[in-house]
């Protein structure tokens, strides 16, 4: 669990900083990284992904809020003995929408005009244009709820099996060795 709390804080944190970064320097040009790679520019996403739901600022901090407590529940029954990277999957999750959450009751009271998003990698930024999806920009909780999301999805579809067996026989050896 110690384990769970720093890592969250971490993240969390450098979220935070990431953002409060942005903000201070004021990136309304865009600051170019890595060229036709990585770029950063201060925008506020009231909504969620390429600005979906807008104008429901309320709703979408109260389905975050939801996220949060079920993340919560889950993260405070990893095992890291048993599946260190489920943990860290679900760790990562819970600090990108905690990192979410947290903007988005700001501007809930007015604070803000949205949550704070940075980052444009270019080559998805093509994608999603060719797509016609517009820009994609989004901040680092995004980059730790989605790799949470799908490193879990992984990790549960196709090694939650090999790892059960696997814990499974090493008690049995245990119970073995304490019986003779």
């Known amino acids: 669990m110690v384990v769970t709390v720093i890592l ?7 979220d935070q900083v990431l953002k ?3 903000e201070r320097v004021a990136l309304n040009d865009t600051f170019v990284l890595i060229p036709n790679f990585l770029e950063l520019r201060l925008t506020y996403n009231p909504g ?12 979408l901090t109260i389905i975050s809020a939801v996220a949060t407590i079920i993340l919560c529940y889950f993260a405070t029954k990893n095992d890291w003995k048993r599946n260190k990277v489920g943990a860290i999957a679900l760790t990562m999750a819970l600090a990108g929408c905690v ?8 501007t809930v009271f007015g604070w ?5 998003d940075m980052i444009i990698l270019k080559p998805f930024d093509w994608l ?3 797509l016609h999806l517009g820009t994609t920009i989004f901040n680092l909780a995004d980059v730790f709820l ?11 579809c196709f090694f939650a099996d090999r790892k059960k067996k696997k814990y499974d026989n090493k ?7 304490s019986e003779n």
């Open 48 to 59: 969620m992904a390429w600005g979906a739901l807008g104008n429901n600022t309320l709703l």
């Open 171 to 177: 008690n049995r050896e245990g119970i073995r060795k």
């Open 8 to 14: 969250f804080f971490c993240l969390v944190m450098a």
């Open 146 to 156: 989605v790799l949470g999301i799908i490193i879990f999805a992984i990790d549960f």
């Open 112 to 116: 803000r005009d949205g949550v704070v």
């Open 20 to 22: 409060f970064v942005v």
């Open 99 to 106: 990192g979410n959450l947290f903007d988005r009751m700001i």
């Open 128 to 130: 999603c244009e060719l």
